[in-house]
């Protein structure tokens, strides 16, 4: 319940433009990612490394943008720019927890010599073993 | 799609609840209209967006949910009573195992410790309101109507049948056809936004809108805990978001995420789902633990033992909660290194829940103790709770997860930690908080009844549960041959299952005869006991602006320190200011229909009806982006009249 004076559209006025931007730029790299996956002939690799390119620069438009990143803590309290540089360490850890972890997890044991990246054929084999919850390590 | 695969047929039992949900209906739209209660239904309650009323509406919800949650446990107890029982078939149990898990957990727990969290903590920290007043009516709605449209799978469509976790490939096309499953992926993915909302909404309340005086360090426990899970919620649900999502995309436009053809990964939908779930866990006992926290301290009469280490030990789990999902699919076969590193973290985060058990009790060690009703729950918390503690960290050794995993025992125990958990405190924290929001106690003596009642009944369920998982009873099985022998410990624990109902029962008896007959309070600190700001108001239901004048908080348990230097609650007159007010909205209601529709749609596949839902929800976006409206002022007369000062 902010007051009536602070509220965002009299701080800011007319169009965030901002905002605006930073939401058609978002809009731009997501529709390259889609045009480069179906409609290149890039191989695999090629068109991953692409698409991870433009998820990063998302991600960074997007701190930018709209999270407020560049603004200075001069006006803020010492606690609130505590707290926004705890946030975002708490951020990136928790960002490599989920990655890192997910790939270590699905790569590590069995999931090593178990992948999906196989044609059809012997995927049905595949299938089966992994449908078999109860079976221990295979090394 | 014929009309007949369009509702669901065929089954005694459903037609039973078409029966019933009619009635229900007519009922209501006629007691609506007889009492020509629809405008008071509507200004009063659909379109608030205080944050007590919102937080009524969520408690009510949850009560329903739990009902209904309930009924699915019983159904399945009194399949599993006997051997070779043909009181459900294999279907119609995995449906009602896959609600029940999936209700308890995402429509019971969450909402019920929302709603008290609503209720107390802007009261708690001072505020007039959470810092979003309209963004937690959006939230109440998104919640709501993803609960409406997930209950709805009962009668049309066929209810999801692949767990509350859903595993891949189980949860596909080829093995989960109908809507069923699109049901659930919707249903969690419209909540899921209120949750979401709810945890951003909160997380600036607290850091925001503390009352003067009140540093970090001076915040009640409770408030803590709901700082912290808010932090877990922002973090976690995310990632539920996109794990849903993608798996809608497998099924709904045949993407191959978590399919075994096309280079899917089904154990990923494992990964990530637990990924999510098991900081789900800790957002539904952070509360827990905090609400437990205010009781036990305010019927000790002694501020709470080891605060800074209570709070530390939540912050430390926040981060932690993130480090252990492994440990609910140790047997994915993951390999030594993996499964002895997150059996190790899950070992660790026991330490700091022990370090909490601990300091209830040193802060009960030589207090004064009232038995009361919420006593009573906390109390029964911590020793159940151990039992689910200590079984968790047997489950948490990976080489003995493979003996218990998928049996019995793994079911006892998560019922221990979540019941125990979970549940007892929402109706501690319900009775606690009870006369906060309606200004009148549930009735003790009834109460007690319910707490001895449910406990036996929960024990009398569980324990039986233990020994058959050791003796090999795998879960998620609708039925099992006399030849296993399973059958007199199933029959106990039928028996107990259905004396948490009677309690239930009991329950809402003691909710009409408290209403009927219950003294109405006529002070703010209606326990007599209040340590924090929620019980210095002027009255025992707070008026909608909560304070008057807002308060000045200058030690730990303000109302204490209150109580100790003789200050005079009562706003003086030339202290009385116009407060600052949002207008109510019917907005956030309409948005919900809105994504009802489109959630409906895509349940069965009628694009269509999904785009106009969706674009629904954008126009009320849209009008709320130009809503000039900067809510309203509560004159100076109108705070003297509510507050009874005399001119």
């Not at chain 1, 890039?42 to 620069?57: D, E, G, M, N, V």
């Not at chain 2, 932690?320 to 076969?333: D, I, K, L, N, P």
Request: aromatic share 16%; with cysteine; charged share 15%.
């Amino acid at each position: 319940m902010a007051n009536p004076q602070d509220s965002l559209s009299r701080e800011h006025g007319g169009i965030p433009w901002k905002h605006v931007i930073g939401y058609l730029l978002s809009i731009i790299l997501t529709a390259l990612a889609l045009w480069v996956t179906f409609e290149t002939g890039f191989s695999t690799r090629t068109i991953l490394i692409i698409i991870f390119i433009f998820a990063f620069l998302q991600a960074a438009l997007q701190l930018l943008m709209f999270m407020h990143m560049t603004e200075s803590s001069e006006k803020k309290s010492k606690l609130t720019g505590q707290t926004q540089t705890g946030n975002i360490l708490f951020a990136a850890f928790i960002a490599i927890v989920i990655v890192a972890g997910s790939v270590w997890v699905m790569s590590a044991g069995h999931a090593e010599h178990d992948h999906h990246k196989m044609d059809s054929k012997t995927h049905d084999m595949k299938m089966d073993g992994d449908m078999k919850m109860d079976h221990g390590d295979h090394k | 799609m014929k009309w007949d695969e369009f509702f669901v047929t065929g089954d005694p039992l459903i037609y039973g609840a078409d029966v019933s949900i009619g009635l229900t209906v007519i009922g209501i739209l006629f007691y609506l209209t007889y009492f020509k209660k629809w405008q008071w239904l509507w200004t009063e309650w659909l379109t608030t967006v205080d944050h007590k009323k919102l937080g009524i509406m969520y408690i009510a919800s949850a009560v329903l949910m739990l009902f209904r949650g309930g009924v699915d446990a019983l159904l399945m107890r009194v399949q599993l009573a006997t051997p070779d029982s043909k009181f459900l078939d294999s279907q119609h149990y995995n449906e009602i195992f896959t609600t029940h898990g999936t209700i308890m957990i995402i429509f019971m727990a969450m909402p019920f410790l929302i709603g008290l969290i609503n209720v107390v903590i802007p009261l708690q920290i001072g505020a007039r309101d959470v810092a979003f007043p309209y963004l937690n009516a959006v939230s109440f709605w998104t919640f709501f109507i993803g609960a409406m449209l997930f209950n709805v799978s009962f009668v049309i469509g066929g209810s999801p049948s692949a767990g509350w976790t859903s595993y891949m490939p189980l949860a596909g096309n080829e093995l989960s056809p109908g809507p069923g499953q699109n049901y659930y992926l919707l249903g969690l993915q419209i909540a899921g936004i209120g949750t979401l909302l709810t945890g951003i909404n909160f997380l600036v309340t607290i850091l925001k809108m503390r009352a003067p005086g009140m540093t970090l360090f001076r915040m009640p426990v409770f408030t803590w805990s709901a700082l912290i899970t808010m932090i877990i919620i922002v973090f976690a649900f995310p990632i539920l978001t996109v794990a849903l999502a993608l798996m809608t995309f497998d099924r709904l436009f045949g993407a191959h995420f978590f399919t075994l053809q096309g280079a899917g990964m089904d154990m990923l939908w494992a990964n990530l789902f637990w990924l999510w779930g098991h900081p789900e866990v800790y957002i539904v006992v952070l509360p827990a633990f905090g609400m437990f926290s205010e009781i036990i301290s305010t019927f000790s009469r002694k501020t709470i033992f080891g605060y800074k280490a209570m709070i530390w030990a939540m912050i430390i789990i926040a981060g932690y909660s993130f480090m252990v999902w492994v440990h609910h699919f140790f047997t994915m076969g993951s390999g030594e290194l993996v499964n002895s590193v997150f059996s190790i973290t899950t070992m660790i985060i026991g330490i700091p829940t022990g370090i909490k058990i601990f300091n209830w009790l040193f802060t009960m060690y030589k207090g004064k103790i009232s038995f009361t009703t919420p006593m009573l729950w906390s109390l029964g918390f911590i020793v159940n709770f151990v039992i689910g503690g200590v079984t968790g960290v047997m489950l948490a050794m990976a080489a003995a997860d493979y003996q218990y995993h998928n049996t019995y025992f793994l079911v006892a125990h998560f019922h221990y930690v979540l019941i125990a958990g979970t549940v007892f405190a929402c109706f501690a924290g319900l009775i606690f908080w009870f006369p906060k929001m309606f200004g009148y106690k549930l009735n003790e003596r009834i109460g007690k009844w319910v707490f001895w009642v449910f406990n036996i009944g929960f024990n009398v369920c569980f324990i039986p549960q233990f020994i058959l998982g050791l003796d090999g009873m795998p879960r998620r099985v609708y039925t099992y041959s006399a030849a296993s022998g399973w059958g007199n410990l199933n029959m106990l624990s039928t028996v107990g299952g259905f004396l948490m109902g009677v309690a239930f029962l009991i329950l809402v008896y003691n909710f009409y005869f408290s209403f009927r007959y219950s003294e109405r309070e006529n002070t703010g600190d209606s326990w007599g006991l209040g340590r924090t700001l929620e019980w210095s108001t002027t009255s025992a239901v707070p008026p909608h602006y909560n304070f008057a004048i807002t308060p000045t908080v200058k030690s730990f348990d303000p109302l204490i320190q209150m109580k100790r230097d003789n200050v005079d609650l009562k706003p003086k007159i030339k202290d009385i200011k116009k407060i600052h007010m949002p207008d109510n909205s019917g907005v956030p209601f309409f948005m919900s229909a809105f994504f009802f529709i489109a959630g409906f749609g895509l349940v069965f596949e009628w694009f269509w009806m999904g785009i106009v839902g969706l674009i629904g929800v954008f126009i009320t976006l849209i009008i709320r982006s130009f809503d000039p409206n900067e809510g309203y002022y509560v004159s100076e007369e109108e705070i003297k009249e509510t507050e009874r000062l005399t001119v």
